[in-house]
T-cell receptor
């Protein structure tokens, strides 16, 4: 298996633009997580899905952020409109069961100018 | 908000020495995990210890868990320059969900 795949690897955009980050979890994994990492706030859990259903989105910072998982092999995190304070590394992670280790993707480095 | 807090924030040691990192958390947990992150990369799972376990070993890693003190420690023995990375503890809070919450991490630098 290729592991968790995220795209793009880097994204540079201007304030106000829409940004879409993509994630393909490991096949057979029932749980998918989106995290954001910054120097100031560390690794923050944004949202997680179980069997494609959003379970907890309490970490989503505001309405500008949305996440979907239309099927078991694909998830998106969208920011619209983007702001400079959204600049961070966004990680997707998956795991096969509820109480097991996470497998992380390589992350998307987002810079909003 | 972060569940775990690591201590120290940064650690610099010589190759061959042992490195100890500590983690404290706030709520009761199902398990506690340790992850490693090399600069610019994703996190990699190192070891998982369940709430009913007190100690676990994996190669040069030793993890302890004290649920009464809500704390854990990660010991890396005979460190190598390649161990240079950030190390994070992560907890699965016993809140009915399946979240995994990460601490702020310890940056370890091993000098050759």
């Amino acid at each position: 298996d290729a592991g968790v795949i995220q795209s793009p690897r880097h994204e540079v955009t201007e304030m106000g633009q829409e940004v879409t980050l993509r994630c393909k979890p490991i096949s057979g994994h029932d749980y998918l997580f989106w995290y954001r990492q910054t120097m100031m706030r560390g690794l923050e859990l944004l949202i997680y899905f179980n069997n494609n259903v959003p379970i907890d989105d309490s970490g989503m910072p505001e309405d500008r952020f949305s996440a979907k998982m239309p099927n078991a092999s694909f998830s998106t995190l969208k920011i619209q409109p983007s702001e400079p304070r959204d600049s961070a590394v966004y990680f997707c992670a998956s795991r096969p069961g509820g109480r097991e280790k996470l497998f992380f993707g390589s992350g998307t480095q987002l810079s909003v100018l | 908000s972060q569940q775990g807090e690591e201590d120290p924030q940064a650690l610099s040691i010589q190759e061959g020495e042992n490195a100890t990192m500590n983690c404290s958390y706030k709520t009761s947990i199902n398990n506690l995990q340790w992850y490693r992150q090399n600069s610019g990369r994703g996190l990699v799972h190192l070891i998982l210890i369940r709430s009913n376990e007190r100690e676990k070993h994996s190669g040069r890693l030793r993890v302890t868990l004290d649920t009464s003190k809500k704390s854990s420690s990660l010991l890396i023995t005979a460190s190598r320059a390649a161990d240079t990375a950030s190390y994070f503890c992560a907890t699965d809070p016993n809140t009915g969900g399946f979240k995994t919450i990460f601490g702020a991490g310890t940056r370890l630098f091993v000098k050759a």
